[in-house]
């Protein structure tokens, strides 16, 4: 909530655009300062300024709830995946206010799903979506506007008949690309005012390793803090914003090699991964600290050169499943 903008707060306009020319926009960045700073860089009597910190303080707190007021809400709170053997483990479908994590090796589906995902986010809500933009942030340069207009036209073709549905849907995917960590870092400063703007419903950033691990080599001192660092703020505002928005966030992922003892690699390692005669294990990427942060894990791997695997790795709701599943034109079909 610290990095909550201040015109969202109800700061006046005036005083936010004073604030503003001294690099102060969230709350994190008023409430780090004196009285007497905010009074030289406001231009507010003592007083004012007081009641300025106080109701921003007030604001930024997160708000108490019950478990029967969650439990109520229960109807509202997932985002459909239109796979129906998923949406059933998972209680209704990814779950929004919160992170999940598509992790896998590549070629194995993972940028698909977020094109479909992408897709159901703009249909109505009578057909399962939540009528809303999308804000794509594609790190790999692995987003294909054909391939969103395949799916979408394959998967709902009696919806996707008329060519202007087709132009509206590909509209409300917004789509940054951002090839380093440093535009990363920029965009996710901007996302609150991207949110509202495109009233977006659906956050996916594909991938959220891909820069992290081309800047940062962790065998260099120092560079397992500072990579470890980037992905600890990373982390808290998207949670932040999830929850904000009451929005689902979609990460993907990927795998890494660790040497250690097989039996201790644990729901989220992939199968296939090693030979029988090394200690390594396959896994998912960026380490424990990142592994903590998201919420819903879901691993997708090859069975052959056609079948793949979900996995439900890590999930408040599901218990550890596997579902078979193949890429085909309208994106992910799950098999009996």
């Not at 596997?322 to 994106?331: D, W």
């Amino acid at each position: 909530m610290a990095s909550k903008k201040l015109r969202r707060t109800g700061v006046s306009l005036e005083v936010c655009e004073r604030l503003k020319r001294h690099q102060i926009e969230t709350c994190q960045d008023l409430l780090s300062l004196t009285p007497l700073e905010v009074m030289r860089f406001a231009g507010q009597s003592y007083q004012q300024v007081l009641m300025l910190l106080q109701s921003v303080s007030q604001a930024c707190v997160p708000s108490m709830t019950t478990a029967l007021e969650v439990w109520k809400q229960r109807a509202d709170l997932c985002f459909s995946t239109s796979l129906p053997a998923l949406d059933r483990l998972l209680q209704g479908g990814l779950p929004r206010g919160t992170l999940t994590e598509v992790t896998g090796p590549s070629g194995c589906g993972k940028s698909q799903v977020c094109m479909m995902l992408s897709v159901l986010a703009t249909l109505p809500k009578y057909m399962g979506g939540l009528d809303s933009g999308v804000i794509y942030i594609d790190t790999e340069s692995a987003f294909s506007a054909e391939r969103l207009v395949e799916i979408a036209q394959s998967r709902f073709p009696d919806y996707f008949c008329e060519k202007e549905r087709v132009l509206e849907m590909a509209g409300r995917v917004h789509l940054f690309r951002e090839l380093t960590c440093q535009d990363v870092l920029d965009r996710l400063e901007r996302l609150e005012e991207d949110i509202i703007s495109s009233k977006a419903g659906l956050v996916i950033i594909d991938s959220v390793a891909s820069v992290v691990r081309k800047e940062y080599d962790t065998t260099l001192p120092g560079n397992l803090t500072h990579r470890s660092n980037l992905l600890g703020q990373e982390a808290a505002t998207l949670k932040y914003l999830a929850q904000a928005f009451h929005i689902p966030v979609v990460l993907t992922n990927q795998i890494t090699t660790h040497v250690g003892d097989r039996g201790e690699r644990g729901a989220a390692s992939f199968r296939g991964a090693s030979d029988e005669r090394d200690s390594g294990y396959v896994t998912a990427a960026l380490g424990n600290t990142w592994s903590h942060s998201v919420n819903t894990r879901l691993i997708v791997q090859y069975v052959d050169a056609h079948q793949r695997q979900i996995v439900i790795a890590k999930s408040p709701v599901a218990p550890f499943a596997v579902l078979n599943y193949t890429v085909q034109k309208e994106g992910i079909r799950l098999e009996d």
